[in-house]
């Protein structure tokens, strides 16, 4: 069993960042695969960075590659989403995920999930 917590939002101005925090409790924290989706009123959840359980595999959408790195620290059960450059098509809540899989894939495939952390960019 894994608890995920998140913490870093905020309101933040257009081209301003934001790290995110991501807390896991549990032994097994360091085994999984750490991803990040964002959901903005009226949308759908969308997949925002992955991050594999040595850190050797990264992935981001084209939305947000160059401009969010995600990354991990496994002695401390936890996972970093900085954001730079932020817009406002940016706002939206963030979550942080953990599943056995690795890759390019959406919320259905996580196995736990934070409860999120609203993230608000102004123009």
């Known amino acids: 069993q894994v608890q995920l917590v998140e913490s870093g939002g905020g309101l933040v101005q257009a081209g301003g960042s934001l790290r995110l925090s991501c807390l896991a409790s549990?032994?097994?924290?360091?085994?999984?695969?750490m991803y990040w989706f964002r959901q903005a009123p009226g949308k759908e959840r969308e997949f925002v960075a992955v991050?594999?359980?040595?850190?050797?595999?990264?992935y981001y959408p084209n939305s947000v590659k160059g401009r969010f790195t995600i990354s991990r620290d496994n002695a401390k059960n936890t996972v970093y989403l900085q954001m730079n450059s932020l817009t406002p098509e940016d706002t939206a809540v963030y979550y942080c995920?953990?599943?056995?899989?690795?890759?390019?894939?959406?919320?259905?495939?996580?196995?736990?999930w934070g409860q999120g952390t609203q993230v608000t960019v102004s123009s």
């Open positions: 995920a953990a599943s056995s899989t690795v890759g390019i894939i959406g919320p259905t495939g996580m196995r736990y």
């Open positions: 549990g032994r097994t924290f360091s085994s999984y695969a």
């Open positions: 991050i594999s359980w040595s850190g050797g595999n990264i």
